[in-house]
């Protein structure tokens, strides 16, 4: 239904173009009609035409003015104006008004029709797009708490997600490199600086959760993690490296505020720990402030630089490097582990030289470190005995180079370890992952049905798998069935519908699309070639 609205002060013009609309587009639309510049505005404010047939010359104000303040509350409106007045002046200014067409009377039957029907389409056009935009909004209304929640995950879990890290942060729009966690609780009351009754509240948040999780948006530019138990954990992105006093007295004033809000909203209490700023990689660190900001600050936000809490290095220790040093351990990053050692070394040697002794400890103390890494990722058996060799091995040394070397090779053999660990534990979960989708390939065969028969969570059989192979389990899958398509359909005697369902395809189209997309040609074609 379109609303459409004449605008003239000759009733003959009116009626001519009702009876014109009525007759070609019939019940499709709703007319209205005004006879001066006045009586059009406060129409147009009633009515809200989708299309103004506009005179230029009329009583009061004229037909150009009166598009100017319609245009004011109804940006939309299609005008197209139909005046005895051809001056050059007006055509101007309502060409720069967004005029459709700009006619001069008389004008014939079916030229109007014409551009009615253009004005239509456009109509149309527009209604279908604003519907396509607010499907897509309602989508991502529901993607994006998804998305979110998996960043959120990844962080909490301590583990490398530097491989979907790109992927993540293109989905929710994350430009900036650094950011800090930080972390809501709620409770039912506040007591000496505790929440109290933190299980019963979890039942009562879940109702009340999408207010929570609309005030933190309004409040902060963020990634928000779902609701565990009596918590939200919210990743804040940030354009520097660190916060000054100012910007982080301001972020606490807005945590504040936040807190302020929602107990005014709802009638539960809320506490806020904030970590400090990290590079995205390290934001686990950053949650760990947060969190011991949370149990040892003091009022209901508590900031973890504001608190005495880690350790206090001397200011030019590598503190950077040493965090690589373990990270790269960690990940299995043989080459990255080397160079990171071998930096902190040179720093030891550049600035205590004379201290032997301390700097032997000092690679003992990381070689110790190292070899933990590996046994808590199962790369290396635990013995009693394993190192009665050490202190020895350090005391005989006598020169730096032949203690750098040692020191690199206990830190390689600890990375090679977790190495040799993961790559079994992956070539094992991927031999048994790609002989049962062997096996079962020509089955409607999900990546849960994968999944489940190698004992790993879909998510993280995903990651392992895609990470491995270079491609999706979906992408492997298809190129299976493919080869197993393209041998039998060198057999005559076999259908290519047959073939479809022997390959775990259902639907002959979708199996032919997939083949030449894959092939390069139809079923047919490439049975033809390989006669």
Same mark, same amino acid.
């Given at each position: 239904?379109?609303?459409?609205?004449?605008?003239?002060?000759?009733?003959?013009?009116?009626?001519?173009?009702?009876?014109?609309?009525?007759?070609?587009?019939?019940?499709?639309?709703?007319?209205?009609?005004?006879?001066?510049?006045?009586?059009?505005?406060?129409?147009?404010?009633?009515?809200?035409?989708?299309?103004?047939?506009?005179?230029?010359?009329?009583?009061?104000?004229?037909?150009?003015?009166?598009?100017?303040?319609?245009?004011?509350?109804?940006?939309?409106?299609?005008?197209?104006?139909?005046?005895?007045?051809?001056?050059?002046?007006?055509?101007?200014?309502?060409?720069?008004?967004?005029?459709?067409?700009?006619?001069?009377?008389?004008?014939?039957?079916?030229?109007?029709?014409?551009?009615?029907?253009?004005?239509?389409?456009?109509?149309?056009?527009?209604?279908?797009?604003?519907?396509?935009?607010?499907?897509?909004?309602?989508?991502?209304?529901?993607?994006?708490?998804?998305?979110?929640?998996?960043?959120?995950?990844?962080?909490?879990?301590?583990?490398?997600?530097?491989?979907?890290?790109?992927?993540?942060?293109?989905?929710?729009?994350?430009?900036?490199?650094?950011?800090?966690?930080?972390?809501?609780?709620?409770?039912?009351?506040?007591?000496?600086?505790?929440?109290?009754?933190?299980?019963?509240?979890?039942?009562?948040?879940?109702?009340?959760?999408?207010?929570?999780?609309?005030?933190?948006?309004?409040?902060?530019?963020?990634?928000?993690?779902?609701?565990?138990?009596?918590?939200?954990?919210?990743?804040?992105?940030?354009?520097?490296?660190?916060?000054?006093?100012?910007?982080?007295?301001?972020?606490?004033?807005?945590?504040?505020?936040?807190?302020?809000?929602?107990?005014?909203?709802?009638?539960?209490?809320?506490?806020?720990?904030?970590?400090?700023?990290?590079?995205?990689?390290?934001?686990?660190?950053?949650?760990?402030?947060?969190?011991?900001?949370?149990?040892?600050?003091?009022?209901?936000?508590?900031?973890?630089?504001?608190?005495?809490?880690?350790?206090?290095?001397?200011?030019?220790?590598?503190?950077?490097?040493?965090?690589?040093?373990?990270?790269?351990?960690?990940?299995?990053?043989?080459?990255?582990?080397?160079?990171?050692?071998?930096?902190?070394?040179?720093?030891?040697?550049?600035?205590?030289?004379?201290?032997?002794?301390?700097?032997?400890?000092?690679?003992?103390?990381?070689?110790?470190?190292?070899?933990?890494?590996?046994?808590?990722?199962?790369?290396?058996?635990?013995?009693?005995?394993?190192?009665?060799?050490?202190?020895?091995?350090?005391?005989?040394?006598?020169?730096?180079?032949?203690?750098?070397?040692?020191?690199?090779?206990?830190?390689?053999?600890?990375?090679?370890?977790?190495?040799?660990?993961?790559?079994?534990?992956?070539?094992?979960?991927?031999?048994?992952?790609?002989?049962?989708?062997?096996?079962?390939?020509?089955?409607?065969?999900?990546?849960?049905?994968?999944?489940? /028969?190698?004992?790993?969570? &879909?998510? %993280? !059989? =995903?990651?392992? @798998? #895609?990470?491995?192979? *270079?491609?999706?389990?979906? $992408? +492997?899958?298809?190129?299976?069935?493919?080869?197993?398509?393209?041998?039998?359909?060198?057999?005559?005697?076999?259908?290519?519908?047959?073939?479809?369902?022997? /390959?775990?395809?259902?639907? &002959?189209? %979708? !199996? =032919?699309?997939? @083949? #030449?997309?894959?092939? *390069?040609?139809?079923?047919? $074609? +490439?049975?033809?070639?390989?006669?």
């Amino acid at each position: 239904m379109y609303k459409i609205m004449l605008a003239d002060d000759e009733g003959i013009v009116i009626d001519s173009l009702k009876f014109i609309i009525q007759k070609n587009f019939k019940n499709d639309c709703v007319i209205e009609y005004a006879t001066t510049g006045r009586s059009v505005i406060e129409l147009a404010e009633k009515f809200k035409p989708d299309i103004a047939i506009m005179d230029i010359q009329m009583p009061g104000i004229n037909g150009i003015d009166a598009m100017k303040e319609i245009r004011k509350t109804n940006s939309t409106v299609i005008f197209i104006v139909m005046t005895a007045y051809d001056k050059f002046n007006y055509a101007k200014e309502a060409i720069n008004l967004g005029v459709l067409e700009y006619l001069t009377k008389p004008v014939n039957h079916s030229v109007i029709v014409d551009i009615l029907k253009k004005a239509m389409d456009i109509i149309k056009q527009e209604q279908k797009k604003r519907s396509n935009d607010l499907m897509i909004r309602e989508k991502l209304e529901i993607v994006v708490p998804i998305i979110e929640s998996d960043f959120i995950y990844e962080v909490l879990s301590g583990e490398d997600y530097s491989i979907g890290a790109e992927n993540i942060k293109n989905l929710l729009g994350i430009k900036e490199e650094y950011g800090m966690m930080m972390i809501l609780e709620l409770g039912d009351s506040y007591v000496e600086g505790t929440l109290t009754n933190p299980l019963g509240i979890s039942v009562k948040a879940q109702a009340i959760h999408p207010v929570i999780r609309e005030c933190f948006k309004e409040e902060f530019n963020c990634v928000l993690g779902p609701l565990m138990v009596n918590k939200m954990v919210a990743f804040l992105p940030s354009g520097k490296s660190q916060l000054d006093y100012d910007d982080r007295t301001s972020l606490i004033e807005r945590a504040r505020m936040l807190i302020r809000e929602l107990v005014k909203r709802l009638d539960i209490q809320f506490r806020i720990g904030i970590g400090s700023v990290t590079t995205l990689d390290k934001l686990h660190s950053s949650y760990q402030e947060a969190t011991n900001a949370m149990r040892n600050g003091k009022g209901r936000v508590a900031h973890a630089k504001d608190l005495p809490l880690g350790c206090e290095y001397e200011g030019d220790y590598p503190i950077e490097v040493e965090t690589n040093l373990f990270s790269m351990i960690e990940k299995g990053n043989l080459e990255g582990a080397k160079t990171e050692a071998n930096l902190f070394y040179d720093w030891m040697l550049k600035h205590y030289p004379e201290y032997e002794m301390d700097i032997k400890l000092k690679v003992l103390e990381f070689i110790l470190f190292a070899e933990q890494k590996a046994f808590l990722n199962g790369g290396m058996t635990y013995h009693f005995r394993y190192r009665k060799d050490y202190l020895p091995t350090l005391l005989q040394i006598d020169n730096y180079e032949q203690l750098r070397k040692w020191f690199i090779d206990k830190v390689s053999e600890a990375c090679l370890n977790i190495i040799t660990k993961k790559n079994e534990q992956a070539n094992g979960v991927l031999a048994k992952a790609k002989s049962f989708i062997e096996e079962n390939f020509h089955k409607d065969l999900s990546l849960e049905d994968v999944s489940r /028969t190698v004992d790993i969570s &879909p998510y %993280y !059989f =995903s990651k392992l @798998f #895609k990470e491995e192979t *270079g491609e999706n389990f979906i $992408e +492997y899958l298809t190129k299976i069935r493919i080869e197993k398509a393209k041998k039998l359909l060198q057999n005559r005697d076999l259908s290519i519908k047959n073939i479809c369902l022997d /390959t775990g395809y259902s639907d &002959p189209n %979708y !199996f =032919s699309r997939i @083949f #030449k997309k894959q092939v *390069g040609m139809t079923p047919t $074609e +490439y049975r033809e070639r390989v006669e």
